[in-house]
């Protein structure tokens, strides 16, 4: 395990994509406890399959094979998890630093506004935008970008974090996903 790796953040050492999310986990099954494991190497990491109550980790699953999919389009979960790490950057912007220092990704999404603002990439990354709208609550839009970091990493903000799929059509944030640019 990485010096100072921080909890629930599971995912591999060898990361092609990292998901990035200041919000910690707010729940916690009754039969289940977390448990802090090692990063993997080839193989996805058990945290990604914690059975939550707010379906959190099964869009995080979805998420990861729709971006994954242009690339290798025959991988099921177990492969696209096996190159992926959901860091929870918490108010600690040093650990997104850590965790570009050591998976060195070549996708990197924000799930929610304050990583993004958190991460100090804002100058370096063109954003083309995309908005998806609320199914719930008409003329409400929620605005996500994907842009690209020197070095040609696909940099992106999601327009809602994984937690708020009753306010999105699964369809709308499929979409995002797939106008994700390939890195260069």
């Given at each position: ?16 994509l990292?998901?990035?999310?200041t ?5 916690q ?8 494991r090692?990063?993997?190497v ?8 914690y059975?939550d109550?707010?379906g959190?980790?099964a ?9 994954l ?5 025959e ?5 696209a998890?096996s ?6 950057q ?16 070549r996708m990197?999404l ?7 603002e958190?991460?100090g990439?804002?100058p370096?990354?063109?954003?083309a935008?995309?908005?998806?709208h ?25 327009p ?8 999105y059509?699964?369809d709308?944030?499929?979409a995002?996903l ?7």
């Amino acid at each position: 395990m990485p010096k100072d790796w921080p909890p629930y953040s599971p995912g591999s050492v060898n990361a092609w994509l990292l998901l990035v999310t200041t919000k910690p986990p707010a729940w916690q099954d009754d039969l289940v406890r977390w448990e802090e494991r090692p990063l993997t190497v080839g193989e996805a990491h058990e945290g990604f399959f914690y059975p939550d109550p707010l379906g959190f980790w099964a869009e995080i699953r979805k998420w990861t094979l729709e971006l994954l999919r242009p690339h290798a389009s025959e991988w099921g979960v177990n492969e696209a998890l096996s190159v992926t790490t959901l860091l929870h950057q918490a108010d600690d912007a040093t650990r997104l630093e850590h965790a570009l220092d050591l998976c060195r990704p070549r996708m990197v999404l924000f799930l929610d506004e304050p990583s993004w603002e958190r991460s100090g990439m804002a100058p370096e990354v063109k954003q083309a935008p995309h908005y998806i709208h609320d199914p719930h609550r008409e003329g409400q839009v929620y605005e996500g970008f994907w842009g690209e970091r020197a070095g040609g990493a696909t940099i992106g903000k999601a327009p809602q974090h994984p937690t708020m799929h009753n306010l999105y059509r699964e369809d709308d944030m499929v979409a995002f996903l797939r106008s994700a640019p390939a890195p260069s």
